[in-house]
């Protein structure tokens, strides 16, 4: 099967300032080398999907650069290819006005491959993901559309797109960051997140951007999803089911994180840290590719946290919420609980 993917990288960050300053928030420095766009492209790589286009626009030079360097030596000792894809420049202004406006700029290029899939993720989350199981997922389903979901705590949904789904994963209702977080049947205190990770058969993203175009939506959460859903089918992945080879017993299950904030990058850098670390980024059977300078963990973090210490009244006043349990007993936290 012919997968294409494209990686959503040009985001801002602007909750991340200081550290977006100079860089865009997927090209920010994460740990031991790492970047926060690697994860995301691992775990693509790892799923032999090797054709893969990274949309940039926001301070885009040192995304194309680590990709230059980190990635395109990979890709020239294998099959496939990697390349960073900027607005098109006969565009107004030059931009990407939203995530579904920046797929549809380079619809041409989509076509010309001919796909089976398209897949549309998301380069700012740290997580392991087999993105062939939820390949096998969407086939099952027959689906036109699957998006990748979590079980988040119904008060933290609100910063999520959240999803109403039948049993068998069928969305009923696909809500943008909504005020009520609609809960999950039968479990009032969770709500299906939306992880910012798209599967779309190639025809029917063709139809749907075309129809986005008309009707001047831009973005995929806010604009296509909600209005898709009602009559295409479009299914939830539960990410919870996903089966990672080589995480070891201490480590959180179904581990994710969205680290757009100082505080929530700092809490995932600890939760990266020591000898029992919830998130192991050494992992043999699923390796976190990309690394090239090399900076202590410690170090690190405590950069992060500086910036957090010197940033807004509002920040400094975060709180790390207490940990929460998503579907199956699965873990999932916003930020790290520190320790006393």
Not at 136 to 142: K, T, V
Not at 164 to 192: C, M, S, W
Not at 203 to 211: A, F, N, S, Y
Request: net charge neutral; charged share 25%.
């Amino acid at each position: 099967m012919k997968i294409v993917a494209l990686v959503l990288a040009g985001g801002e960050g602007t909750r991340l300032y200081p550290l977006t300053a100079e860089h865009a928030k997927p090209a920010l420095p994460f740990a031991n080398g790492y970047r926060i766009c690697d994860f995301v492209l691992s775990n693509l790589v790892n799923s032999s999907i090797s054709t893969i286009y990274v949309l940039a626009q926001y301070k885009p030079e040192s995304l194309m650069k680590h990709i230059q360097a980190a990635w395109s030596p990979w890709f020239d000792e294998s099959e496939g290819a990697i390349k960073v894809l900027l607005p098109r420049s006969n565009t107004l202004g030059g931009q990407f006005k939203g995530t579904a406006d920046a797929v549809y700029q380079h619809l041409e290029l989509l076509q010309a491959h001919s796909p089976d899939l398209v897949a549309v993720f998301a380069a700012d989350h740290i997580y392991r993901m087999d993105v062939r199981q939820m390949v096998d997922f969407h086939r099952s389903r027959n689906a036109e559309v699957t998006v990748s979901a979590l079980a988040v705590p119904a008060d933290k949904a609100r910063n999520f797109g959240v999803l109403t789904a039948a049993a068998d994963g069928r969305v009923r209702e696909f809500q943008e960051k909504p005020k009520q977080p609609q809960p999950i049947p039968g479990n009032p205190r969770l709500a299906y997140a939306s992880m910012g990770n798209y599967l779309f058969e190639p025809q029917v993203l063709e139809r749907v951007l075309q129809e986005a175009r008309k009707l001047g939506e831009v973005d995929f959460g806010r604009d296509v999803l909600p209005r898709v859903c009602q009559a295409s089918r479009v299914y939830a992945y539960d990410f919870a089911e996903n089966a990672v080879p080589g995480v070891q017993d201490y480590e959180e299950r179904a581990y994710w994180r969205d680290v757009g904030t100082l505080s929530a990058l700092a809490a995932a850098q600890q939760d990266a840290m020591g000898p029992r670390p919830r998130f192991n980024l050494w992992n043999s059977r699923w390796p976190i590719r990309g690394r090239i300078e090399q900076m202590s963990d410690a170090v690190m973090l405590e950069r992060t946290r500086a910036w957090l210490d010197e940033g807004s009244d509002e920040q400094r006043d975060v709180k790390a919420p207490a940990s929460w349990r998503g579907a199956r007993r699965d873990r999932h936290t916003d930020e790290r609980v520190p320790t006393s």
